[in-house]
C-alpha cells in the first residue's frame, strides 16, 4: 500500500490527479474526477478495427503492468463485476464511465478500453492499431459472451462505497502486488 500510496502522490504532483479527488485520496479506480477529454479515448478518422488474438487479450486482461497504478482489467471486472446490464447490449452503446467522464453518449468497445486504460488505469491509451487493443477486444468480446444481466456479480472492489475494499486495507485488490 505505501507503494500504492507514492504512486499516487506522485501522479497528483504531475498532474494526472487533482489532490482532493477520489482518485488522490488514495483509490485509483474511484470515479472521481478529472474529466478526460474525449478526443483521447475516440476512434480516430478510418479506423479499421483488426482481429485479435483473444488468447493474448486474456494474459493482457491480468497485466498489471499496462496501468501506472497496479491495477488490470480484472482488478474491476473479476467475475463479471463493475460491469452494468448495458454491457450485454451489442457496441456500440452508452456506458456511464465514458458518459460521466468524457461526455460520449456511446462507445465501441475498443474505446471503452481505451476509457479504462485512461481513467482508472491511469496510462495512456494503446495504439489503435496495436495487437494489444485488438487482443484485449477480442478478449472481451468472449467475456460480454458470458454475461448475464441482472445476475449477481461480486461488488466492484473498485467503487467508490463506503465500504471500498481499495481503501488502506491489507487484502486490497487494487494494490500493485
Not at 28 to 51: L, S
Not at 127 to 139: F, H, I, M, V
Request: proline share 10%; glycine share 6%.
Amino acid at each position: 500500500m505505501k507503494t500504492l500510496s507514492i504512486v499516487l502522490l506522485l501522479s497528483a504532483a504531475i498532474g494526472n490527479f487533482p489532490i482532493g479527488s477520489a482518485s488522490a485520496a488514495g483509490n485509483p479506480c474511484a470515479a472521481g474526477k478529472p474529466e478526460i477529454d474525449a478526443k483521447t479515448i475516440t476512434r480516430p478518422q478510418g479506423y479499421k478495427p483488426m482481429a485479435g488474438d483473444a488468447k493474448l487479450g486474456e494474459k493482457l486482461w491480468h497485466d498489471t503492468k499496462l496501468s501506472t497504478n497496479g491495477l488490470s482489467c480484472n482488478s474491476c471486472h473479476q467475475d463479471h463485476g463493475a460491469f452494468q446490464s448495458s454491457f450485454a447490449k451489442p457496441y456500440p452503446h452508452q456506458v456511464a464511465m465514458a458518459r460521466d467522464k468524457a461526455g460520449m453518449k456511446r462507445v465501441h468497445l475498443d474505446e471503452m478500453i481505451q476509457a479504462c486504460m485512461v481513467m482508472p488505469m491511469a496510462a495512456k491509451p494503446l495504439p489503435w492499431d496495436s495487437r494489444e487493443l485488438a487482443a484485449l477486444k477480442a478478449y472481451t468480446l468472449g467475456v460480454q459472451k458470458t454475461f448475464k444481466p441482472g445476475a449477481k456479480a461480486p461488488a466492484n472492489p473498485c467503487s467508490a462505497k463506503p465500504a471500498n475494499p481499495c481503501a488502506a486495507k491489507p487484502a486490497n485488490p487494487c494494490a500493485k502486488k
